[in-house]
């Protein structure tokens, strides 16, 4: 745990995969698997980490919603249970007066935090007399990869679901990268494979599900993944706990398994 913080931080990334038609998802259980998820860590006690726009999928009023049900107004009033990191590329291509609106947005819930393209934090003020324009490839690439790694440095833990592998941003699928910056610091990693694509790739290359009969293409960074195993997750979980997790269409079944990790890395 940060020694600064008092509660674990823990990092979330939820998005669709192409495997979700396949298997009976849409964006409604998106959604709600990110609602269940941040319920349940709030509840414990634990805050957020979000990178990318929270609008998307109407996350930033269900995080709205979430944090006053569970959050006490002296607790409001010093700390921030949600931050929303926004990498360089992400909000150099966005507007200023868009940029304010989502801060609004999110007033008195989460932290908006603007980044620079080497990762640093900047100010609004300082992003305010910064031309808006569509970002280049290279700077797609290096201010996704600059967030991500910020990111790790400032959480505890980080639960991964979903994940595209094709059509991304940066220069390999986004969970991947969050995956392997967390195997390399040795922070706890949960990996849930219900919802298919990236991350169930992971979790079938670290040996926690068999493959499926039908093998994707190989993504950029895959073939890193074969120096770990399941017990190099770091989580709290056992091996059989974290085949549990990367398998199991059951969102319920794998927050139960997520929140059993997070408590006992508290011990």
Known sequence: MSPKQQAMIVAISTSDSPDMAALGLGYGHLKEAMAELAIQLLAV????AYGGDLREHGFSQLLLQLVLRYTSTSDLRSRTRV??????PVHIGTSVDQLDELAAELQ?????????RDGTPMTMEIRRNLP???PS????????TAMRKFQSSSTDARVLLGGQVTNYKGRM???AEEALLSLRAGQPLFLIGGFGGCTRDMAETLGLVE???ESRNCWPGREEF???GGGDLNNGLSEEENEILAATPFIGQAVVLVLRGVQRLRK
């Open 83 to 88: 931050t929303n990191h926004l990498a360089w």
């Open 108 to 116: 008195g819930v989460a932290e908006l935090k603007l980044l620079k």
């Open 137 to 144: 490839q290279d700077e797609w690439f290096s201010g996704l």
């Open 45 to 48: 006690d634990a805050d957020l």
């Open 211 to 213: 493959p499926w009969s």
């Open 132 to 134: 808006t324009h569509d």
């Open 226 to 228: 074969k120096q770990w």
């Open 173 to 175: 699928p986004g969970v």
